[in-house]
C-alpha cells in the first residue's frame, strides 16, 4: 500500500531525523507538542503517523559514503527498536564495500568504520524479524531516483531508482547506471539532498565567490579587510550538525574581535554597521533590541 510508505532520498543527518519522527510511537505524539515542532505539524503527524509502516532512506552512493553521523544512525539502529526496526538489504551492504576504493576509505577513517559497524546491528530484509508489526526503516543504498510516478489527481504514488555502482578512485567515488530498475510505492517522498548557498548578485562580492564550492573564500571566516566576514554553510559548506557551528562562529567571531582590537575599523567610515543597521530598523519600523 503506496499510502503508508515514505521514501527520503538522501543520507545525510537530516533525512535520519525525518526517518526518526515519522517512524515514532505514534501512541506518543503528545510529547512532540511541547518541543519547538509547529503546531501544524505535529497535529498532522497525530492524524496520520499511524498509518505509516514503512520509511526508506535512500542513497546514489553506498554504505560507506553515507553521510550521517554515528550518533544519529544509532539512535535509530539501537535505540528505537521497541516500536520500530531497522533493515538492511544484504547485497547492497557487500556491494558498498566489493572494491577496493571503498574498503581503502573505511579502513582509513576509525568513523567510517565504526558507521559500518553500526549498521551492520541492523536486520537484514531478509530475516524473519522484519515481519513483526513494527514500523520499518529501511536503509536502501546504490538507488539513484530517476522518475516520480504519480496517478491521475497528480498524487505520488512511488519512486523508480536505477542501480548503481561506485568507481573512481577511494574518495573521489561516483556512480554508474547499471541500467537496472526498481520501484518503490510511497504516498509521500522527502528529498533531502544537501544545500548550495548562491552569490547575491554583487560584483565586489564576485570577487570572493568560489563558484567551485559555492561559498565565499576567506581565511578563519574573514572575507576581507573591510569588515565582510562569514559563517556556517556560506563559509564551509553544507557540513556538520547543529554543534558544528559552534566552533565556526567563534572562529568567526575571533576575527572579528581581532581586527577591533587593532582598530582597522577606525579607519573605515563605512564599517560603522550598527548605527546603519539600527536606523535601517526605525526607517521599517522595526522594534530590536541592542544591549
Known amino acids: 500500500n503506496a499510502s503508508q510508505n515514505v521514501v527520503i532520498i538522501g543520507q545525510g543527518n537530516v533525512a535520519i531525523d525525518c526517518a526518526r519522527i515519522l517512524a515514532s510511537d505514534h501512541n506518543n505524539t503528545s510529547r512532540l507538542s511541547s518541543t519547538d515542532m509547529a503546531t501544524h505539524a505535529v497535529q498532522t503527524l497525530q492524524r496520520n503517523q499511524a498509518h505509516i509502516r514503512n520509511v526508506f532512506i535512500v542513497g546514489r552512493r553506498g554504505a560507506v559514503q553515507a553521510s550521517f553521523t554515528n550518533k544519529e544512525l544509532r539512535e535509530v539502529i539501537s535505540d528505537m527498536n521497541e516500536h520500530c526496526v531497522a533493515t538492511v538489504d544484504r547485497h547492497e551492504m557487500a ?9 581503502t576509505e573505511m579502513e582509513a577513517q576509525r568513523a567510517v568504520k565504526r558507521k559500518m559497524s553500526i549498521l551492520e546491528r541492523a ?11 513494527r514500523t520499518r ?8 531516483p530517476k522518475e516520480f510516478i504519480g496517478d491521475d489527481d497528480g498524487r505520488v ?3 523508480r531508482f536505477e542501480r548503481n555502482e561506485l568507481i573512481g578512485d577511494a574518495n573521489k567515488q561516483t556512480v554508474k547506471g547499471l541500467n537496472e530498475f526498481e520501484e518503490i510505492e510511497a504516498g509521500l517522498v522527502l528529498t533531502s539532498i544537501g544545500y548550495r548557498s548562491e552569490s547575491i548578485d554583487d560584483v565586489e562580492l564576485q570577487r570572493y565567490w ?8 576567506h581565511q578563519n571566516g574573514r572575507v576581507n579587510e573591510y569588515g565582510l566576514y562569514c559563517c556556517g554553510w556560506l563559509k564551509r559548506g553544507p557540513t556538520g550538525i547543529i554543534g558544528t557551528n559552534i566552533p565556526d562562529a567563534q572562529q568567526t567571531v575571533n576575527s572579528i574581535v581581532s581586527d577591533y582590537e587593532q582598530h582597522k575599523f577606525d579607519a573605515n567610515a563605512d564599517m560603522n554597521g550598527s548605527e546603519k543597521l539600527k536606523q535601517l530598523l526605525k526607517e521599517k519600523p522595526v522594534e530590536f533590541v541592542d544591549k
Open 137 to 144: 526503516i529501511h536503509f536502501r543504498f546504490l538507488l539513484s
Open 210 to 217: 568560489d563558484t567551485n564550492k559555492h561559498v565565499l573564500q
Open 123 to 133: 536486520t537484514f530484509t531478509d530475516d524473519d524479524d522484519v515481519n513483526d508489526d
Open 95 to 103: 556491494q558498498s564495500v566489493a572494491n577496493i576504493a571503498s574498503q
Open 157 to 159: 504514488t512511488g519512486v
